[in-house]
């Protein structure tokens, strides 16, 4: 048996564009988890055998849409605060990246789109450092390009 090649912690980075130079993107300090889940929603029907209709049909699904949600949480940057408070405070969704390192070849890359910071909780825990939980939804087209 061979052993799988992992990846560590730092090898997927959530980075928001950065609201003074377009086109550069920024990874909010303190986040200890973050993840990007991608969904399909489907609709089903079901095809009978017209050649045999006692026979238990198969269920057809077909893709209605796509939806990508990222999430973090960890300790609250000072450095990060106005950045994660302007995302929510904004109307208009915020451009962000979700990067997975390493080659093309080793499936590294970037998805990136339009999202909306849908979620910002901020808490503290006597005793501890304060905290910071975010989700995002995308609005669009989350597209990747594979790393060079």
């Known amino acids: 048996m061979a052993q799988p090649t992992t990846l560590p912690f730092s090898a997927i980075a959530v980075k928001l564009e950065s609201p003074a130079k377009a086109g550069t993107f920024e990874a909010p300090c303190g986040l200890t988890e973050r993840a990007a889940q991608f969904t399909k929603e489907t609709n089903s029907a079901v095809v009978p055998d017209c050649a045999n209709e ?14 990508v949600a990222v999430s973090g949480k960890g300790v609250m940057a000072r450095q990060s605060l106005a950045r994660w408070r302007a995302a929510y405070e904004s109307d208009v969704p915020v451009k962000a990246r979700v990067e997975v390192s390493g ?30 939980t975010v989700a995002l939804q995308s609005t669009g087209t989350v597209a990747f390009t594979a790393a060079a």
Do not use: I, N
């Open 103 to 132: 080659t093309g070849a080793e499936g590294g890359g970037a998805w990136e789109g339009l999202f909306h910071l849908t979620s910002f909780e901020v808490g503290a825990v006597r005793g501890e450092r304060c905290s910071v």
């Open 54 to 67: 006692d026979a238990a049909p198969f269920v057809d699904r077909f893709a209605v849409s796509k939806s």
